[in-house]
Nanobody, 125 residues
């Protein structure tokens, strides 16, 4: 599986962005998809995950109520809608695919097998 993330950019605090992650391969629908981020000088952290069919989602406490993950299996694409952005959301955002069970939405990066190249999100105050 190859992953290509896009949609990052510069936005003012309170604004919105939608990230996309396009995947290659016919088995996209059989992977849990996740978004992680890494801010300058910090370790990579979990943001959100969605199960195979989208029935389950999982969010980091820091983004609950502001971010929404979704997927379109027909388009082999996962999205991250980010609203009410804060300066502390500034980071490189990575999408990832994990060969997990049908309902799994693991927040652990070691449960993901494939990673995209990252897209930079910068939120100005």
């Amino acid at each position: 599986v190859q992953l290509q993330a896009s949609g990052g950019g510069l936005v003012q605090a309170g604004g919105s962005l939608r990230l996309s992650c396009a995947a290659s391969g016919r088995t996209f629908r059989s992977y849990t998809m996740g978004w992680f981020r890494q801010a300058p000088g910090k370790e990579r952290e979990f943001v959100a995950a969605i199960s195979w069919s989208g029935v389950n989602t999982n969010y980091a406490d820091s983004v609950k109520g502001r971010f929404a993950i979704s997927r379109d299996n027909a388009k082999n694409t996962v999205y991250l809608q980010m609203n009410s952005l804060k300066p502390e959301d500034t980071a490189v955002y990575y999408c990832a695919a994990g060969a997990q069970s049908f309902y799994s939405v693991s927040p652990n990066d070691y449960d993901y097998d494939y990673w995209g190249q990252g897209t930079l999100v910068t939120v100005s105050s």
